[in-house]
């Protein structure tokens, strides 16, 4: 078993920036790819961010590309999310999920556990 648990959540005014942290326990953190999800009223999860094993490659969500950041922090078992430039549509709850696989996989059916997720908040 794994447990994901998400913090760094919260309000923040269009422009700003805010920090997702993940911290793992468990399976062999090291071993599999991470990533984010974001899911908001309404609508389905989707793939924001992922990371390989040994954080050498990364893959973003074309929404995101050039404004958020994700890396991640192998001896401390963590993955974090740097959201720059947040803008109101960025607003979701927001997943970590560690992947079956070393490499990113970008859809849900190649997550193996999720974390309970972090609200974000942007407002206009």
């Known amino acids: 078993q794994v447990q994901l648990v998400e913090s760094g959540g919260g309000l923040v005014q269009a422009g700003g920036s805010l920090r997702l942290s993940c911290a793992a326990a468990?399976?062999?953190?090291?071993?599999?790819?991470m990533n984010w999800f974001r899911q908001a009223p309404g609508k389905e999860r989707e793939f924001v961010a992922g990371?390989?094993?040994?954080?050498?490659?990364?893959a973003y969500a074309d929404s995101v590309k050039g404004r958020f950041a994700i890396s991640r922090d192998n001896a401390k078992n963590t993955v974090y999310l740097e959201m720059n430039r947040l803008k109101p549509e960025d607003t979701a709850l927001y997943f970590c999920?560690?992947?079956?696989?070393?490499?990113?996989?970008?859809?849900?059916?190649?997550?193996?556990?999720w974390g309970k997720g972090t609200l974000v908040t942007v407002s206009s």
């Open positions: 999920a560690q992947g079956r696989y070393s490499l990113v996989q970008f859809n849900t059916e190649g997550m193996n556990y």
């Open positions: 990371i390989t094993y040994n954080g050498a490659s990364t």
């Open positions: 468990g399976r062999t953190f090291s071993n599999y790819a």
